[in-house]
């Protein structure tokens, strides 16, 4: 790996126990694997070091420090300090305390934090707003600020407590303290992630370029993953959309069921491959889902699409195809003029076709000669099937690694299929070798402005007011 070309930039994070700096890491570093997160105080027990880098340059280091548990024993130890040292700066006491604090002393894990503070460049703080105000704290910024080092307070945990944030903001500026940041580490926003580096940014001048060189690199990076995750969706959809099974009419009584549970297991294993791929894309994995619980059963997530109360779930009719559990169409579109296997002759259907339109369709041709229909998966399931990776894509967009709760299911009302989905779905069907092939879909140019149109609405909100 190529070196920096400067100094890298240290960053310690700081703060009580219990408030989120191992889960600021986490998200920071969109990884699971770093340190542990545990209800439980004084989890981190020593300074443990991250690299954050931009492309195969490493940009900054993080210091994991552990939580200050006694501060009011560690500032009346400083005062003791200070007295026998009346002109020694607040910074050469902090120096003298961490030099002569033996290996067992009571206050060895606070002497490893600041320690780990005088090494560093800037001091993230990390507060959770749930807790109130108390005395402990207003004394930890206290010994945090004679570091003569930056400190920027990180609200952790603000998601429905808008009024606590206030209070917080409130209590801070009465001790001039202004310069804060909002950074849940559970429902996370890259737009915070950036905020962050820019505060840096502005009161540590010195490290503005490289700072500026990741703010950027982490934008395309992130830019890509989301792009990432709605191609994935796309490909599913068409996938789904492009998938038929042929019952020969003479036997459909005994086919159809057969094949409608492999409609079934392919529709099933179609999504679940889809939702291991959005969780690898963003850094999750199966594991994760066994820890958090991302999908859950009992009316909110399901691995199962056709579970009882899905698309009921999603205020589709739950007397559909679909709920009962066949997955299937009535037919395919034969043409857009209308022609239908289901509805039209053998006959009218050859005899109207020209030669290029026998070519593409020839197969359906033949197969109507022959009595055989086709079943595809129903409107209903596909319907189903993009609302609910739409959905989990935003939910992955701001969940933040350190996250433990159960992803639940929006009201349907609050996502809407996107202009132009059923003549999506009508070429897509008509088009069963998009499925397999690659090259005849990226070859294709209603193809591409299909796909290029669901990303948009998947990505962006351009979507319609109906369902």
């Known amino acids: 790996m190529a070196q920096p070309s400067h100094r890298l930039l240290n960053i310690a994070v700081v703060g009580h126990t219990n408030t989120g700096k191992t889960s600021l890491i986490r998200t920071m570093l969109r990884s699971t694997e770093f340190g542990e997160i545990e209800d439980a105080a004084g989890t981190t027990r020593h300074v443990e070091q991250a690299t954050i880098n931009a492309g195969d340059l490493p940009a900054l280091n993080l210091h994991d420090t552990p939580g200050l548990e006694d501060t009011?024993?560690?500032?009346?130890?400083?005062?003791?300090?200070?007295?026998?040292?009346?002109?020694?700066?607040?910074?050469?006491?902090?120096?003298?305390?961490?030099?002569?604090?033996?290996?067992?002393?009571?206050?060895?894990?606070?002497a490893k934090v600041i320690r780990q503070v005088l090494r560093s460049d800037i001091l993230l703080y990390v507060i959770d707003v749930r807790e109130p105000f108390l005395e402990k704290y207003r004394v930890e910024l206290e010994i945090l600020t004679r570091s003569s080092k930056p400190v920027i307070?990180?609200?952790?945990?603000?998601?429905?407590?808008?009024?606590?944030?206030?209070?917080?903001?409130?209590q801070l500026a009465a001790y001039n303290i202004h310069a804060t940041l909002e950074f849940d580490t559970v429902a996370f926003t890259f737009e915070a992630e950036k905020r962050l580096y820019q505060k840096i940014q502005t009161l540590?001048?010195?490290?503005?370029?490289?700072?500026?060189?990741?703010?950027?690199?982490?934008?395309?990076?992130?830019?890509?993953?989301?792009?990432?995750?709605?191609?994935?969706?796309?490909?599913?959809?068409?996938?789904?959309?492009?998938?038929?099974?042929?019952?020969?009419?003479?036997?459909?009584?005994?086919?159809?069921?057969?094949?409608?549970?492999?409609?079934?297991?392919?529709?099933?294993?179609?999504?679940?491959?889809?939702?291991?791929?959005?969780?690898?894309?963003?850094?999750?994995?199966?594991?994760?889902?066994?820890?958090?619980?991302?999908?859950?059963?009992?009316?909110?997530?399901q691995l199962?699409?056709?579970?009882?109360?899905?698309?009921?779930?999603?205020g589709l009719d739950v007397g559909s195809a679909a709920a009962k559990g066949a997955a299937a169409g009535a037919g395919i579109d034969l043409m857009v003029g209308g022609l239908s296997l289901g509805a039209a002759s053998a006959l009218g259907a050859l005899a109207g076709a020209g030669w290029s339109t026998f070519k593409r369709y020839g197969d359906e041709i033949k197969a109507s000669v022959r009595g055989t229909q086709w079943?595809?998966?129903?409107?209903?399931?596909?319907q189903?099937?993009?609302?609910?990776?739409?959905?989990?894509?935003?939910?992955?967009?701001?969940?933040?690694?350190?996250?433990?709760?159960?992803?639940?299911?929006?009201?349907?009302?609050?996502?809407?299929?996107?202009?132009?989905?059923?003549?999506?779905?009508?070429?897509?069907?008509?088009?069963?070798?998009?499925?397999?092939?690659?090259?005849?879909?990226?070859?294709?140019?209603?193809?591409?402005e299909i796909e290029s149109k669901l990303i948009a609405a998947i990505l962006y909100n351009e979507t319609a007011a109906k369902q």
């Open 204 to 301: 540590l001048e010195a490290h503005y370029d490289h700072l500026q060189k990741l703010i950027d690199y982490r934008a395309k990076v992130w830019k890509q993953l989301c792009l990432s995750g709605a191609k994935r969706i796309v490909e599913l959809i068409v996938s789904v959309a492009c998938y038929r099974e042929s019952i020969n009419a003479k036997y459909r009584h005994i086919a159809e069921s057969l094949n409608e549970d492999r409609l079934h297991d392919y529709v099933r294993k179609a999504e679940q491959n889809c939702l291991k791929d959005l969780l690898a894309i963003f850094n999750f994995s199966k594991k994760d889902i066994a820890i958090q619980k991302i999908p859950v059963s009992n009316g909110q997530w």
């Open 304 to 314: 199962d699409i056709f579970a009882p109360g899905i698309l009921k779930a999603y």
């Open 153 to 170: 307070p990180v609200f952790n945990f603000i998601a429905g407590h808008k009024l606590e944030l206030n209070h917080w903001r409130e």
């Open 375 to 382: 079943l595809c998966v129903d409107d209903a399931t596909l």
């Open 384 to 448: 189903v099937l993009y609302l609910r990776q739409k959905q989990l894509l935003e939910k992955l967009m701001h969940r933040g690694h350190a996250a433990h709760d159960t992803m639940q299911v929006d009201a349907p009302e609050k996502i809407k299929l996107p202009d132009g989905w059923p003549g999506f779905i009508s070429t897509l069907r008509q088009n069963p070798l998009w499925r397999e092939s690659s090259t005849s879909r990226n070859n294709n140019k209603q193809f591409l």
């Open 72 to 110: 009011h024993a560690l500032y009346a130890h400083l005062k003791k300090i200070s007295e026998k040292s009346r002109a020694v700066a607040p910074v050469k006491i902090l120096e003298e305390f961490v030099t002569n604090i033996s290996m067992h002393d009571p206050l060895e894990q606070e």
